[in-house]
Structure formats: C-alpha cells, structure tokens
C-alpha cells in the first residue's frame, strides 16, 4: 500500500535531549512537509522540502532541524533548543510543487517532561 | 498571507446537507482554495479544491462565489463519519506551502 508512515506513534523524552521523528513515503512524492499542532488548534508549517537536498523554514523552525538526503525520508529533529516541544507532529507529502493535494501521515504524538 | 475565516463549530443531523463558510476576502489571484477535514488524533485528510468554478467529487461539493471571497464546502448527506474538524485553506500555487487555521468542529447527531 502506497502511503506516509510515521514512527513512533507515541514518544517520550526527558527534557534537554534530542529527539528525531521519523517520516518515510512510498508516493514518489518531490514535496515533504512538517507540522505541528497543540490542543485545539490549527496545524503549523515547521519546515517543508521540495527535492532531495533542500529544504525551507515554515514558520515555527526555531529549535527543530531537518535533513533530506532520499527523496522517501525527511526526519525532523526536535532539539533541546525547541522551548515547549509536546506536541502532535504531523508529515506530509505531495506529488510536486504547486497547490497539489497533500498526504498527511498519522502522526506522532511526542512528550517531554 | 491571505486568511481564511471559519465558524468555530456547526451541528448538523445525519443525512442531512451540511454547509460550511468560509471567508477569505483578501484572496489573491495565484490563490486555490482547499479544504481539508481532521478526525482526532489523525492527520488531515485532503477533501476538495478549487480556483474559480464549483467543483465536484466523491466526497463533497465546493461552491465558489463570483469575486472568490468566500467559499462553502457541501456534504451532501452528513454521516456520523463526517464528525471532523473541517479546514478552509488558500494555498498560494506559487509559494507551495499551506498555512491552517483553526477550522470549523462539525459535530453530527444522530
């Protein structure tokens, strides 16, 4: 089945230690996409990555890296920089660039204490 | 960036039509508008899109309106499976990011 997978689906951590939330698509898809979202609220862009070597801030990206070496994976890294990081964090894919229809992974939900 | 604005929450009963507005007066002429529907605890799930005209799929209706400052997505006949926070997004086709609001929580009484 072609979709997003994203792991673990609950995740915790002690504060002050890096954390990497995986995402892996079988789309083929160019575009990949994070977000994050808080009880009761709308989601928001952390980082997004057109092809395979680039990627661009969203608007939340102080305290989270990305990377995006294979065109099926764009792990993010929540880092102890990231001040309130429990949250539902949300992937996404698309088959290019432009206003195309995004594919959301099932998400992780991460605490930290 | 553009804005969309949503009810906070609607009702509607099963197998009913169900209408929900959006305002988005300061859309741009590169802007799509999409809609997308969350079910707790999952990712959203795309539902429909559209630039000028009505458009029309499997799972709902999206009417456009003629100077394209507001919207409506149509279920047709809700289902108890249609309870979901529902998204009204303008998605620039140029910058090719997605911004969410707040949506709109449909709740659907049997």
């Known amino acids: 089945d072609g979709g997003i997978t994203q792991s673990p689906k609950y995740l915790f951590r002690k504060e002050g230690q890096n954390v990497t939330l995986s995402c892996e698509q079988n789309?083929?898809?160019?575009?990949m996409y994070w977000y994050r979202q808080d009880p009761g609220q709308g989601l928001r862009l952390i980082y997004y990555?057109?092809?395979?070597?680039?990627?661009q801030k969203g608007d939340i990206a102080e305290g989270y890296s990305v990377s995006r070496e294979k065109k099926e994976s764009f792990p993010l890294t929540v880092t102890s920089a990231q001040k309130n990081p429990t949250a539902f964090y949300l992937c996404?894919?698309?088959?290019?660039?432009?206003?195309?229809?995004?594919?959301f992974g099932p998400g992780t939900r991460l605490t930290v204490t | 960036d553009a804005k969309t604005t949503q009810p906070n929450s609607m009702e509607s009963n099963e197998e009913e039509p169900v209408h929900l507005p959006c305002n988005h007066s300061?859309?741009?002429?590169?802007?799509?508008i999409h809609w997308y529907r969350q079910l707790p605890s999952q990712g959203p799930e795309y539902v429909i899109h559209?630039?000028?005209s009505n458009v029309n799929n499997r799972m709902a209706s999206l009417a456009i309106a003629e100077d394209r400052k507001s919207s409506t997505l149509i279920l047709h006949r809700a289902t108890l499976r249609d309870a979901a926070v529902y998204y009204c997004?303008?998605?620039?086709?140029?910058?090719?990011?997605?911004?969410f609001g707040a949506g709109t929580r449909l709740t659907v009484k049997p």
């Open positions: 559209g630039l000028t």
């Open positions: 789309l083929n898809h160019d575009a």
């Open positions: 997004i303008l998605r620039d086709y140029i910058r090719n990011d997605m911004r």
């Open positions: 996404a894919s698309q088959s290019s660039y432009g206003a195309y229809e995004q594919y």
């Open positions: 990555s057109q092809i395979v070597n680039d990627f």
């Open positions: 300061t859309i741009s002429g590169t802007d799509y």
